[in-house]
């Protein structure tokens, strides 16, 4: 058997990571693409010129300088500063864009979680029967399909829009739910944390590109090239993953023997040898410590939906930066949320590999980190003004501190029940969507003007729920197995093993590797 130097499960965090790099591609494209297709400009009641409406810290800009202008010998001011700095504007005659108001502009960026939290749990249990290859590899060639539609939907009517973003949102609902269950069956107990903050907050990676790049192309080709190269680069994955990715280790070809049997060995303890063929669903609806994440998860996923929906928008409507210094300057919280997770997952697992502090204690400390150290953050951000530096500052440390979910109650699903890891992010999932999918929503309600105060409003508001959930989690979490997790038969818990992240030290063998993949592969 032909081995690797890079140990496989190591190969597969590369893959699931780049997959989730194109996922959220496709996802958050429409977010800058947004400020250049669609204008919410008045119309003036006396001809049919469009007024331009400058940012909000512009116009106080503007003030300022024509208080200058006119109490001041000679001296003159550019005050327009807007019209200069977004080519938007400079080519609106050439651009096709739709007139929408800031509701309907709502509607469209939240209709992907319309259809995101329609197949959540569905994509959960589809993985745990079927496995994440097609699950995870499915999602993203149809979601590349129908972003390559995007353009001719858009310019056809909003409407055909939201529909095409609710499909897509529908097409990736079941990725994360399928990432959990092969979390399950290839990564030990002990190495998840760092695993799952690493792979999963490669979504930040993937806004943290397209942002910038996105804005990039929309000032030298136009916004409809955003939606081809986009749907193009998901094609190719896909194209990667049907030929590198393997569900277990038992099928994997290139994974040596002794790497094979360490994995196998450190997962047996919270995983059966067979399918679950039977959700308790009684014990998940009364599941507090369930409920404790899924609480959890409303308020982080709030969060970081207002930030991936809304950040480019604040950017050009109150601080006024450019359609290309936007995507480039909106993509720093993202950076900056990676850093914190990778940051806290390798932090969590020197701790909890070295015994330093219990599992209980590392979920705790880091749902505090990821739930309340935003909500200080974000709300800081509204009372900075038009200080774009404060601002361009506090939103990469609160994003950077909602990086660390990945170790705190993101992990505690695994905690509780490797078997139906995959269903119970599905079930997390769609009720954190359900509530975060209102974000665009609100967020056109209570900003009809844009202006900072009522941006103030949107930060309150979120910081409210960060610190509900954060309490919700810290008094009902638990970070034990449940009995319900063995649907077949109830087993002792053992140890954890105890080796760190990618050493690979292995315990002797307990059954033959023919017989233990040939027990997996049934599963």
């Keep these: 058997m032909a081995t690797c130097e890079v140990p496989a499960r190591v190969s597969v965090g590369i893959l699931v990571a780049t997959g989730v790099m194109v996922l959220y591609m496709l996802r958050v494209n429409l977010s800058v693409a947004i400020v250049a297709m669609v204008r919410t400009h008045a119309t003036s009641a006396f001809n049919d010129a469009t007024e331009v409406k400058q940012a909000y810290c512009h116009q106080f800009e503007t003030l300022e300088s024509s208080f200058v202008n006119s109490s001041s010998d000679g001296y003159e001011l550019d005050t327009n500063i807007t019209a200069v700095d977004d080519p938007i504007f400079e080519e609106v005659a050439l651009t096709e864009q739709l007139l929408l108001t800031g509701a309907q502009k709502g509607m469209v960026l939240g209709a992907f979680f319309y259809g995101y939290i329609i197949t959540s749990i569905p994509g959960g249990r589809l993985a745990e029967l079927y496995g994440t290859k097609i699950v995870f590899g499915g999602s993203i060639l149809l979601g590349g399909i129908l972003t390559l539609f995007t353009p001719l939907a858009a310019k056809f009517n909003y409407i055909a829009l939201i529909l095409i973003r609710i499909l897509i949102g529908i097409a990736q609902g079941v990725v994360y739910p399928s990432m959990h269950v092969l979390v399950a069956r290839w990564i030990p107990p002990l190495e998840r944390p760092r695993f799952i903050s690493i792979t999963y907050m490669a979504n930040c990676l993937g806004t943290i590109m397209t942002l910038p790049v ?310």
């Design 214 to 523: 996105c804005g990039l192309i929309i000032d030298t080709i136009g916004w409809e090239a955003v939606f081809y190269v986009c749907g193009a680069v998901a094609i190719v994955w896909v194209l990667f993953w049907s030929f590198l990715m393997f569900d277990s280790p038992c099928n994997h070809p290139r994974i040596s023997d002794k790497e094979r049997e360490f994995i196998m060995e450190a997962i047996a303890e919270g995983t059966t040898q067979q399918k679950p063929n039977q959700i308790p669903w009684c014990a998940f609806t009364t599941s507090m410590p369930l409920w404790a994440i899924n609480v959890a998860h409303i308020g982080a996923m709030f969060g970081f939906t207002l930030l991936i929906t809304q950040l480019p928008t604040y950017m050009d409507s109150v601080l006024g930066f450019s359609i290309k210094n936007n995507g480039l300057i909106s993509s720093l919280p993202f950076l900056a949320q990676f850093l914190g997770s990778t940051a806290c997952g390798c932090i969590g697992d020197y701790f909890r590999t070295r015994n330093y502090i219990s599992v209980a204690t590392s979920r705790r400390v880091f749902a505090t980190i990821s739930l309340v150290l935003p909500a200080i953050t974000l709300v800081a951000v509204g009372y900075v003004g038009c200080n774009t530096l404060l601002a361009v500052i506090l939103f990469p440390v609160s994003a950077a501190c909602l990086g660390a979910i990945g170790a705190g109650h993101l992990a505690n699903h695994l905690d509780l029940t490797p078997n139906f890891a995959g269903t119970v992010l599905g079930v997390s999932n769609t009720i954190a969507f359900s509530i975060s999918m209102l974000a665009p929503i609100i967020v056109g309600a209570l900003t009809p003007e844009q202006s900072l105060q009522q941006w103030q409003h949107v930060f309150w508001l979120t910081g409210a729920i960060y610190l509900v959930c954060w309490v919700f989690f810290m008094v009902f979490a638990k970070f034990e197995t449940q009995k319900w997790n063995f649907h077949v038969k109830e087993k002792t818990v053992k140890t954890e093993e105890t080796n760190s992240f990618l050493k690979i030290s292995f315990l002797p063998k307990i059954t033959s590797k023919k017989r233990r993949c040939e027990t997996e592969d049934g599963v």
